[in-house]
């Protein structure tokens, strides 16, 4: 369970604690690698099976993580309003999200994003398109923020965008 390249390789803009979301968190691997870094994690994903993984394994680490079951998919859905330092998701796209993420953010909050592009498809799973970013499309839902890093194309054998961004202080 190793993290992303593009979330390690951006640890020294984290912050040395606070509040961090892990938006889709599956097994867990961000939610404890930034616990491990001194934030204190939330940790989402709609599976409770993955959930329960990820509580169980904050639990015998000693790790700051608050693991919970929530269906971001969900007209409702909220993350809170200025309630964390950073978020982070990787491979997860659900574009109605974008706001509640943006609100959820604090002021000179960093958001750290990644996941697949279309031409993804032509190389096997996810092929849906409703979880695929078209080309540019991670910038423009991140429009709002101040980007310090971003990247698209291929890495690793996917295709992917990447972006680092900073809320404003305002």
């Given at each position: 369970m190793v993290p992303t390249d593009w979330l390690t390789g951006h640890a020294a803009l984290l912050p040395?604690?606070?509040?961090?979301?892990?938006?889709a968190c599956g097994g867990g691997r961000h939610a404890l690698w930034l616990a491990r870094h001194g934030l204190r994690v939330t940790a989402v994903d709609r599976s409770e099976e993955a959930i329960a993984s990820?509580?169980?394994?904050?639990?015998?680490?000693?790790?700051?993580?608050?693991?919970?079951?929530?269906?971001?998919?969900?007209a409702d859905?909220?993350?809170?309003?200025t309630a964390y330092d950073v978020i982070v998701a990787v491979h997860y796209l659900h574009r109605p999200l974008f706001p509640a993420i943006m609100t959820a953010l604090r002021p000179h909050g960093l958001l750290i994003y990644e996941t697949f592009t279309r031409a993804q498809a032509r190389r096997g799973k996810p092929t849906n398109p409703a979880f695929l970013l078209e080309p540019g499309e991670?910038?423009?839902l991140t429009a709002d923020l101040i980007v310090l890093?971003?990247?698209?194309?291929e890495f690793g054998n996917r295709d992917i965008a990447s972006i680092v961004c900073r809320k404003s202080a305002d």
């Amino acid at each position: 369970m190793v993290p992303t390249d593009w979330l390690t390789g951006h640890a020294a803009l984290l912050p040395s604690g606070g509040e961090a979301l892990d938006i889709a968190c599956g097994g867990g691997r961000h939610a404890l690698w930034l616990a491990r870094h001194g934030l204190r994690v939330t940790a989402v994903d709609r599976s409770e099976e993955a959930i329960a993984s990820v509580a169980e394994a904050a639990r015998q680490q000693d790790l700051p993580i608050d693991a919970r079951v929530v269906d971001l998919e969900l007209a409702d859905a909220t993350l809170g309003q200025t309630a964390y330092d950073v978020i982070v998701a990787v491979h997860y796209l659900h574009r109605p999200l974008f706001p509640a993420i943006m609100t959820a953010l604090r002021p000179h909050g960093l958001l750290i994003y990644e996941t697949f592009t279309r031409a993804q498809a032509r190389r096997g799973k996810p092929t849906n398109p409703a979880f695929l970013l078209e080309p540019g499309e991670l910038r423009r839902l991140t429009a709002d923020l101040i980007v310090l890093d971003a990247r698209e194309g291929e890495f690793g054998n996917r295709d992917i965008a990447s972006i680092v961004c900073r809320k404003s202080a305002d």
